[in-house]
């Protein structure tokens, strides 16, 4: 589930906007949030991605800057985290279980 917690209050007629997204795995946010941002009539509406797991995306999400496309495997570490955990390991690790 997609909860909104914080709207947008610019508006963006006639804006040049591009999200920034740390990872697109299902694309479920980005599928929920951008018919309401195509709606206030954008200049062009562009998305940036660290990382995308293409093997997990359930949505037609076009993703115009990438950084690296990552197997469909859990992720912490430079920001993502784990249960709240990891989040401020300097580079991005694959979670093994054991």
């Known amino acids: ?5 914080i709207g947008l209050d610019e508006p963006l007629v006639n804006r ?3 999200i920034i ?9 980005l599928n929920k949030f951008l018919p309401q ?9 562009k998305i940036a991605a660290l990382l995308h797991k293409p093997e ?13 496309s990552v197997p469909d495997k859990f992720l912490l570490g430079f ?8 989040r401020n390991l300097p580079e991005i690790y694959q979670l093994v279980q054991e």
Do not use: C
Request: proline share 4%; no cysteine.
């Open 21 to 29: 997204e740390d990872i697109v795995d299902t694309g479920n946010t």
């Open 37 to 45: 941002l195509y709606n206030q009539q954008p200049a062009s509406l």
């Open 16 to 18: 040049h906007v591009v």
């Open 1 to 5: 589930n997609v909860i909104t917690s």
């Open 79 to 86: 920001g993502l985290d784990f249960d709240g955990l990891g």
């Open 56 to 68: 997990a995306l359930a949505h037609p999400i076009i993703i115009d800057y990438l950084g690296f």
